[in-house]
Nanobody, 124 residues
Framework: QVQLVESGGGLVQAGGSLRLSCTASGLLFSSFAMGWFRQAPGKEREFVAAISWNGGSTDYADSVKGRFTISRDNAENTEYLQMNSLKPEDTAVYYC?????????????????WGQGTQVTVSS
């Protein structure tokens, strides 16, 4: 079956770094645009970053631009989110998502496959 599995979350101090991974199975990964979203307690799930099928195009939320980098390895069916200079307001459950088209979007409703999420906690 189609599955996305995130890993790499954890507890880190402000200013630190984490790298999230999302490994896909059951789908032709190279035909899917991918994204990362996050949801903090009591808040809506929000867009973080997205990447086209071949990594040639990326989008970022203004709040993470310059600190986070999205990438993908189609040979490994995996996308990544490198998070640097982390802030307490980055604390959330991070979800990877797949969209069955080549081009990414920033809209949550455009993604139809979701992972289970991984917790990222940034302490001050």
């Amino acid at each position: 079956q189609v599955q996305l599995v995130e890993s790499g979350g954890g507890l880190v101090q402000a200013g630190g770094s984490l790298r999230l991974s999302c490994t896909a199975s059951g789908l032709l990964f190279s035909s899917f645009a991918m994204g990362w979203f996050r949801q903090a307690p009591g808040k809506e799930r929000e867009f973080v970053a997205a990447i086209s099928w071949n990594g040639g195009s990326t989008d970022y939320a203004d709040s993470v631009k310059g600190r986070f980098t999205i990438s993908r390895d189609n040979a490994e069916n995996t996308e990544y989110l490198q998070m640097n200079s982390l802030k307490p307001e980055d604390t959330a459950v991070y979800y990877c998502a797949a969209r069955a088209t080549l081009i990414q979007t920033i809209r949550r409703t455009d993604y139809n496959v979701w992972g289970q999420g991984t917790q990222v906690t940034v302490s001050s």
